[in-house]
């Protein structure tokens, strides 16, 4: 952990005295109530489990798509896994939205901007300590996450290792005609190794966006009320695009109730950025680990649907990079707001 935490940036380590503090305050809780919250925890997962069982086989009005039990357990899991992915970034904007009013509240924020870079020091500590709340959650995304990768690879090496060639069969999986049998095998290994990459690294740059982001307005709205109001808009406009993503992601994919598919067949590139819209906001990778249905129809349906995952790896580095500005943009705002006042 010591060699892990040297690498990241003196205010992201908790041995900072501005984390330790914010690190501290965050575990003044009895043992008795940290109990509670673990017990909760697992009866909220065993419920989530129990719908996501039912929303797969649609309420028992149907059985399994798949007779793979592995499959299965990415049908089971899908749902209660997108619920977290929401929660943990509605948490990352209404968390740091508040920050400015917060220590004004508690009468902290005149010594913060008196010391050197104080204003810019609180945000960023204030981001990076997001993650240590996240942690349990990310890394429980994270972990399930996993194990979808582990069941991809059990399936792309059914069928005596010919798998991945029977996802390739598609006409131009790359856009390209005419590649020859090798180069499309080789070019499929690269595509499926970048998909699972950025499917595990979208959970901590979406986090990462989404704290900056609501960071970011939170230094336009100070004041108690607004900072509310501002709140309260943030986490509406996040649901608005998950809910409008995953249902996008789920039309370009021919699996939506919505009959728009019409609209994708004729135009190939609108449905192309549909799925990668889906993939990169709605599910953040989920389905690109999802071989037999959705991988399978978005490299079928689509020309260059394969280069879907590798535009999602772009996707979430720039997330990172845009979140680190975001954050910097934020603290020259607070700075410049308090020194003028």
């Known amino acids: 952990m010591q060699r892990l935490y040297s690498q990241l940036p003196d ?3 908790p041995t900072h005295p501005v984390m330790r503090y914010l690190l501290g305050t965050a575990r003044r809780s009895n043992l008795r109530l940290q ?4 017990l909760l925890a697992v009866m909220v ?32 899991l899908y749902w209660p896994l997108v619920t977290l992915q929401i929660l943990i970034r509605l948490i990352a904007l209404g968390s740091t939205s508040g920050i400015i009013a917060s220590e004004i509240q508690h009468g902290t924020w005149d010594t913060l901007k008196v010391t050197t ?3 810019m020091l609180t945000m960023q500590t204030r981001w990076a300590a997001v993650f240590y709340r996240l942690r349990h959650l990310l890394i429980l ?23 991945l060639r029977l996802l390739l069969s598609a006409p131009m999986p790359f856009g390209i005609a005419n590649m020859s049998k090798e180069s499309t095998i080789l070019a499929g290994i690269f595509a499926t190794s970048i998909m699972m990459t950025a499917a595990l690294l979208a959970p901590f740059t979406a986090v990462a966006f989404d704290a900056s982001i609501g960071m970011l307005v939170g230094t336009f709205s100070q004041g108690r009320f607004l900072g509310i109001l501002g709140q309260v808009a ?16 789920a039309i370009a994919l021919s699996y939506s109730t919505i009959s728009l598919q019409e609209l994708f067949k004729n135009s190939p590139g609108l449905g192309w950025l549909a799925a990668l819209f889906g993939v990169a906001e709605g599910d953040m990778g989920l389905m690109l680990l999802n071989l037999p249905q959705h991988v399978q129809s978005l490299w079928a349906d689509y020309d260059a649907g394969a280069l879907v995952g590798v535009a999602f790896l772009g996707y979430t580095l720039l997330q990172a990079v845009l979140a680190n500005l975001i954050v910097k943009w934020a603290g020259r705002r607070a700075a410049r707001s308090t020194n003028a006042a």
């Open 11 to 13: 205010f992201a380590r």
């Open 35 to 38: 109990i509670l919250r673990f």
């Open 45 to 76: 997962m065993g419920v989530m489990v129990l719908v996501g069982y039912q929303i797969a086989k649609r309420f028992d009005k149907i059985q399994f798509d798949t007779v793979n039990p592995l499959d299965q357990v990415f049908l089971v």
């Open 117 to 119: 870079n104080g204003a």
């Open 141 to 163: 995304i994270v972990a399930l996450r996993v194990v979808f990768i582990v069941i991809a690879l059990i399936n792309l090496m059914s069928y005596q290792g010919n798998y």
């Open 234 to 249: 943030l986490l509406i406009v996040r649901l608005v695009i998950t809910v409008a993503a995953l249902e996008l992601g």
